[in-house]
């Protein structure tokens, strides 16, 4: 079957993608760290895709990172392959290179000097991380981090399953941004739109 690309693919179709590459948040990023439930990694995944994230980072530092190819594919092969995918297996480099690229980083962690998840500041350039299913972010990643937030809990429970987590805190994240109007003006510049239009055209 031959290949698309962007001069093949319907004028609908050219559009939407362009539409949706306008809307991408280079300054919003989310860090999975040694999840490995597949399931879990792939509704994180959609969840990153639907609120505009273009690039997501693996750190698998214990766990080794899912086969994503064999798992969850109603939730994650059509949000997969819209987003940069960056694996790490040093806290060190993940953060290096983050900061490296004006990230704040906020770990998802609940302790005693937690900071609820309204007071962070989503409209800077924020990079959030999200741990293992059972032990949560490590203590490496959190002393790391320039914050760490709690998600505000009512009832008994004290945490929520980590995709929820996620979508719970990604959507704050759009919340704010939305009323900043940072998804009003595209942040890929107009050659890095471009490519990756290109890019995109033959998915």
């Not at 999200?130 to 998600?151: F, M």
Request: with cysteine; hydrophobic share 40%; proline share 2%.
């Amino acid at each position: 079957m031959a290949k698309h690309t962007i001069d093949t693919i319907t004028e609908r179709r050219r559009a939407r993608l362009e539409s949706v590459l306008r809307r991408r948040q280079t300054g919003l990023t989310i860090v999975l760290e040694n999840i490995w439930d597949p399931h879990n990694v792939s509704a994180i995944l959609r969840s990153a895709d639907a609120v505009g994230i273009l690039t997501v980072y693996l750190l698998y530092t214990i766990e080794s990172a899912p086969n994503l190819s064999r798992h969850g594919k109603q939730s994650s092969a059509s949000a997969k392959k819209w987003l940069d995918v960056r694996l790490f297996h040093d806290v060190d480099a993940c953060f290096s290179e983050l900061r490296q690229n004006g990230f704040a980083i906020y770990a998802s962690h609940l302790t005693e000097h937690s900071a609820g998840l309204h007071e962070i500041d989503f409209t800077r350039k924020t990079a959030i991380i999200l741990g293992n299913e059972h032990r949560g972010v490590s203590p490496e990643a959190c002393e790391r981090s320039d914050g760490i937030y709690y998600i505000p809990m009512m009832g008994m429970v004290e945490s929520l399953n980590v995709s929820v987590a996620a979508a719970v805190s990604l959507y704050e994240a759009l919340r704010q941004r939305t009323d900043a109007g940072l998804y009003d003006t595209p942040q890929l510049c107009e050659n890095d739109l471009a490519a990756t239009l290109r890019e995109w055209g033959q998915k």
